[in-house]
Nanobody, 121 residues
């Protein structure tokens, strides 16, 4: 599976962005999809994940109520809608294809390239 992320950019605090990640290959719908982020000097962290059929989702506490993950298996694309952005959301965001166990254990198997999100105060 090859993943291509897009949609990053510069936005003011309180604004919104939507990230997209499109997969190549025929097995997109077999994988749970996740979005991670890595801020300068920090470890990569899981932001959100969604099961292969979309029934289960996971959100990090820091983004609950502000971010929404969704997927369109017909388009082999996963989205991350980010609202009410804060300067602390600034990071490189990565999409991943992997496995979601329950609602809070996500194991990535394939990674996309990152897309930079910068939130100005």
């Amino acid at each position: 599976v090859q993943l291509q992320a897009s949609g990053g950019g510069l936005v003011q605090a309180g604004g919104s962005l939507r990230l997209s990640c499109t997969a190549s290959g025929r097995t997109f719908s077999s994988y749970a999809m996740g979005w991670f982020r890595q801020a300068p000097g920090k470890e990569r962290e899981l932001v959100a994940a969604i099961s292969w059929i979309g029934g289960n989702t996971y959100y990090a506490d820091s983004v609950k109520g502000r971010f929404t993950i969704s997927r369109d298996n017909a388009k082999s694309t996963v989205y991350l809608q980010m609202n009410s952005l804060k300067p602390e959301d600034t990071a490189v965001y990565y999409c991943a294809a992997g496995y979601l166990r329950g609602t809070d254990t996500y194991t990535p198997r394939y990674w996309g390239q990152g897309t930079l999100v910068t939130v100005s105060s």
